[in-house]
């Protein structure tokens, strides 16, 4: 019986006969610590200007730039990757190459979209490539480092046509013919020093032949360059 009275017996009976003194204070303040924001929760891009914006992605495309006319076994390539690089050389290469004179009835209009479908159709394709023989990079990096690859033959064909401003005699073929062939191999050695790494070590050379054509085909583009002096009537 005294089991049963101890089991219906509340659980906090004895609290009700305690009594607290009019002299304890009662009053006080409930605070949750707050741990000090970081660095990271302070930087945000929403709140920037525009100005800031701009000159920040044109800081960081620069220095994708110097990667690539000095490369070396980095992962900033490949860990920020971007596509307005690529954009801008493409861009402007295509713009360089308007104009020529493969046909003299022909403004050279459409070699714009020919040159830039070539390198972004190529680029899809070496990336297709890299991806099924087991590449660890994701699409959108390889798509980065072979564009911004194009820049030593970029650059080529910018003197490529100061050159050619000369005259296109043997003297001016045989500067353009250097000047491709070193801008072709160091592409090609810039984007296999990135892309290497992330392949298997016996299929190296699979994803190496491909983007060799693809640098020759652009680099075939810019030596066989003349510009057009406008058709007759």
Request: charged letters at 15%; glycine letters at 8%; aromatic letters at 10%.
């Amino acid at each position: 019986m005294a089991e049963v009275d101890e089991a219906n017996k509340p659980l906090f009976a004895g609290l009700s006969d305690v009594s607290i003194s009019a002299d304890i204070p009662v009053e006080g303040e409930i605070t949750v610590p707050v741990s000090s924001p970081s660095q990271d929760d302070e930087y945000s891009t929403l709140d920037e200007p525009v100005k800031d914006t701009i000159l920040r992605d044109l800081k960081a495309v620069g220095k994708k730039f110097v990667h690539v006319m000095y490369p070396k076994k980095s992962s900033a390539l490949l860990r920020d990757w971007d596509l307005w690089g690529p954009l801008l050389l493409c861009v402007t290469l295509a713009l360089l190459l308007q104009g020529g004179s493969a046909d003299s009835k022909d403004d050279g209009g459409p070699q714009f979209a020919e040159v830039f479908v070539i390198i972004w159709f190529g680029s899809v394709v070496i990336t297709l490539n890299s991806k099924l023989l087991g590449g660890t990079i994701s699409f959108f990096q390889s798509l980065c480092v072979l564009g911004y690859c194009i820049l030593p033959l970029t650059v080529a064909m910018i003197v490529c046509r100061l050159v050619l401003l000369g005259g296109t005699g043997p003297a001016s073929f045989a500067i353009r013919l250097i000047l491709v062939i070193a801008s072709f191999g160091w592409s090609t050695f810039a984007s296999t020093a990135f892309l290497a790494d992330s392949q298997p070590p016996s299929r190296k050379a699979l994803v190496v032949y491909p983007i060799f054509l693809f640098y020759f085909v652009i680099g075939w583009m810019i030596l066989t360059f003349a510009p057009s002096h406008g058709a007759g009537p």
